[in-house]
């Protein structure tokens, strides 16, 4: 039997502004993002959306969660593999295309850009070539449907 992990969180709306769902301007999107023992995140839909641009939106939780994904698996296979990472920041990119009707819409793509410093010159081919490596292990990569693409940026420091 195959090994399963579970995650568990609660969505809590706190966006009741008096009257409900009374009509679709008379209330907030707010809404905090809860797991036992972590700090809430704020977050709200997209301001495209009636949200408020101050809180997180779940597009950008699930751009972040590619960029997370990616950067835990990239981590871990250059220490498997002989590159010493020093510094790693990724500026990812996520796209949402509507419906023509404008009633829905997806994310159809991610980009990656990744830039990682490395302890010296001879692991910067090893540790650009990882990167490659990543969507066919990456748990978030093989969960969704449009694809991720990687842009890194390799430094020796």
Not at 50 to 65: C, F, I, K, Q
Not at 138 to 156: D, E, G, L, Y
Request: net charge negative; hydrophobic share 40%; proline share 4%.
């Amino acid at each position: 039997m195959a090994a399963t992990h579970t995650y568990d969180v609660t969505v809590e709306w706190t966006g009741d502004l008096g009257s409900g769902t009374d009509g679709y301007k008379s209330f907030s999107r707010a809404h905090e993002v809860l797991g036992d023992g972590k700090p809430p995140i704020a977050a709200s839909s997209d301001p495209a959306f009636r949200g408020d641009a101050t809180r997180w939106n779940p597009e950008e939780l699930l751009v972040a969660s590619v960029s997370q994904c990616h950067m835990l698996w990239y981590l871990h296979l250059c220490a498997t593999n002989g590159v010493v990472v020093t510094d790693y920041a990724d500026h990812a990119h996520g796209v949402m295309t509507m419906d023509e009707s404008g009633g829905g819409g997806q994310i159809t793509a991610v980009t990656l850009r990744p830039e990682v410093t490395v302890a010296e010159a001879s692991m910067t081919e090893k540790a650009l070539s990882l990167h490659d490596d990543i969507n066919a292990v990456c748990f978030i990569a093989r969960s969704v449907n449009f694809p991720i693409t990687h842009v890194p940026v390799i430094r020796a420091g």
